[in-house]
């Protein structure tokens, strides 16, 4: 299997941590790119119409994305309803929580663009503002859970989000005033699955 790869992207991270949890990462060839909404990679869009990562190419040449697909399917391949849970509470916890967890990545990545890339007389600081207000608002929500020892889509989407934070938005100190999840990120981290997937500092 090929999967369009860049290591900031917390999306991409997500999919590594879960094949290596579920044993697939050395099934898993990972092809490069660098890309932005405004300077799209012409090989990935052939692949995937959005031209967003992750894309992955499965053994028998179908593409799949994104980031929840990839990892439902990565789930099957190994027997099903390991990283997510079988159907009753638990795989609505997750998956409404692999939700929250996609939505600050969306948040942070839609602020990173808007910060590096839009020329600086179009930035509009509400819009920014807006998108800070959800990530803050959902890390507020991720401090009452309890985490502690669940592995699943939910947990491995949670650590992934925090961990783009870490990379790129390290100045909003979301630790100060979530202590709980600043020391269940800590733990978890600890994993092999996060430790070798873990972005570059950059
Ligand atoms: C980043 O550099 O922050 C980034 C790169 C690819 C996808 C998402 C984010």
Not at 56 to 73: K, Q
Not at 109 to 122: A, G, I, S
Not at 162 to 186: H, I, K
Request: with cysteine.
């Amino acid at each position: 299997m090929q999967l369009y790869f860049n290591p900031a992207s917390p999306f991409v991270r997500k999919v590594r941590v879960t094949a290596h949890e579920l044993g697939l990462s050395g099934e898993i060839e990972l092809t490069s790119v660098t890309l932005t909404p405004v300077s799209p990679h012409e090989g990935l869009r052939a692949n995937n119409p959005l031209g967003k990562i992750p894309a992955l190419l499965t053994g028998d040449g179908t593409v799949l994305y994104d980031s929840p697909v990839i990892c439902e399917y990565l789930d099957s391949l190994a027997g099903g309803n390991r990283i997510y849970p079988a159907p009753g509470a638990a795989r609505w916890t997750a998956l409404r929580r692999q939700a929250l967890a996609d939505g600050i990545m969306d948040a942070a990545v839609l602020t990173r663009y808007e910060q590096t890339l839009r020329p600086q007389e179009l930035r509009w600081r509400e819009w920014a503002d807006g998108q800070l207000l959800k990530i803050r608002t959902a890390l507020d929500a991720l401090e009452h859970e309890s985490l502690e020892g669940v592995i699943d889509i939910g947990t491995i989407s949670i650590a992934c989000a925090l961990g783009y934070l870490d990379l790129r938005f390290a100045a909003e100190g979301w630790r100060t005033s979530r202590p709980r999840l600043a020391a269940w990120l800590a733990g978890v981290s600890q994993r092999p699955s996060l430790a070798a997937t873990a972005p570059p500092a950059q």
